[in-house]
């Protein structure tokens, strides 16, 4: 009870810290001023420096903040996110999002101690023009959390939304997901626990396991491009609304069209409150997936293409 107790303080103290040091990047005499967000001496928090630069090529911009976060400071009242046992292996980007890729010692981090870096490393690069999201990797393999969840894609904005909250709240649940069978042209179903964030819907994880693709023991494959970003899933009126970013236009696997709406629409359907599916690109419905298949239909379950 008392640790419980102490982690709510200390991601209320969290929150607090990015709600009063939240701000976008300005301009004076020595270039445009960034906020870097660091790790406080405690590691209850984060704080900021002000940083100018006359950097503007985003690339370098990102190289350049990586830089300043990996400094170890004179200052005793916080520590630089970057200067840890662990190493970053490099960067790469898909679109607005920044993908950061550690090596293995990322993961021997402190549960607190690791979520305060990630806030600080999203707080700080989201700042860059024409970075919206930031995603973890450990060794090219997406970051799982300390309860085993897909931690995901992120943006400053999600470390402010979870106010009242315990970030570090977790439930198990048994899903079963639909993904492809060896030749891509049809689905098999797989039953997956996960142990995740409770402050994510059901339907959000659904899409996110499917994107996050099979497990080393699960016999089957993937069906939808790992790249693809979740932007919104609401349910109403028992319809599944799933938007999503336009790197799923870009299939990279060797599945039929049909294969990946299905697994997306069939492992909706199995949650008790969804019926149909709608997916959206951007937002936007008037679109054909593969060129053969329009997102404006209203999706239902397909059990013919179940492999049996």
């Known amino acids: 009870m008392l640790a419980r107790k102490k982690r709510k303080i200390l991601f209320s103290l969290l929150l607090f810290l990015l709600l009063s040091a939240c701000g976008q990047p300005k301009k004076n005499n020595s270039g445009v001023v960034y906020q870097i967000y660091y790790v406080n001496h405690d590691e209850t928090g984060v704080i ?14 990102v190289e350049e903040l990586l830089e300043q976060m990996g400094a170890e400071s004179e200052k005793l009242e916080y520590k630089a996110p970057l200067a840890g046992n662990f190493k970053l292996l490099g960067f790469s980007f898909s679109e607005d999002q920044l993908i950061l ?13 690791e979520i305060l870096v990630r806030a600080a490393l999203v707080r700080t ?29 992120m943006n400053a904005e999600q470390f402010i939304d979870n106010a009242g909250n315990e970030i570090n709240t977790y439930e198990k649940v048994k899903l079963i997901l639909y993904l492809a069978d060896e030749d891509g042209d049809h689905l098999k179903p797989i039953t997956r626990t996960v142990v995740y964030n409770s402050n994510i819907s059901m339907e959000r994880l659904v899409v996110e396991q499917l994107i996050a693709g099979p497990a ?92 049996q």
Not at 125 to 133: A, D, F
């Open 48 to 61: 900021f420096n002000e940083y100018a630069t006359e950097t503007t090529k985003r690339d370098e911009l």
């Open 101 to 113: 890729n550690f090596d293995e010692n990322y993961r021997a981090q402190p549960v607190i101690n």
């Open 125 to 153: 690069l989201t700042q860059i023009e024409g970075i919206s999201y930031v995603s973890f990797q450990v060794n090219s393999q997406p970051l799982l959390d300390a309860s085993g969840a897909l931690v995901g894609v």
């Open 216 to 307: 080393k023991n699960e016999a089957v494959f993937p069906t939808i491009n790992p790249a693809t970003k979740v932007i919104s899933v609401n349910v109403q009126d028992g319809i599944c609304y799933v938007n999503l970013g336009s790197n799923f236009l870009t299939q990279i696997f060797n599945v039929t069209s049909d294969v990946t709406i299905y697994s997306i629409t069939n492992s909706l359907v199995e949650l008790s409150n969804v019926n149909k599916v709608q997916i959206s690109i951007d937002g936007n419905t008037n679109v054909n997936y593969k060129e053969n298949t329009s997102l404006s239909t209203v999706f239902e379950r397909n059990l013919e293409i179940v492999e």
